[in-house]
């Protein structure tokens, strides 16, 4: 089961796991409340893919002190990608 609570009233409910990502009414207000996606899975994935992007920064950081400035560039914008993502929590 999985806790929501309502942003409109803030009454706390639990809902089925098959409804993550997905929304239901409040069970007071009738309110349409979004059920988060993320469980200790999806934690998990997101930390590995902020650990690697972390990393690419850091790769990139150094070819740029190196003076492959247009490799470093290219691997920073990929981490700027890799954040996007995160951040999007595609
Ligand atoms: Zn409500």
Do not use: H, W
Request: charged fraction near 15%.
């Amino acid at each position: 089961m999985i806790n929501v609570q309502c942003p409109v009233c803030g009454a706390e409910f639990e809902v089925k796991n098959s409804l993550k990502g997905g929304s239901v009414n409040c069970r007071e207000c009738r309110e349409l409340v979004e059920v988060p996606g993320s469980d200790a899975y999806d934690t998990l994935f997101k930390t590995g893919i902020g650990l690697a992007a972390a990393f690419v920064v850091a790769t990139g950081c150094v070819l740029l002190f190196n003076g492959n400035v247009g490799v470093g560039l290219t691997v920073l914008g990929l981490a700027a990608f890799i954040g996007l993502v995160l951040f999007l929590g595609l």
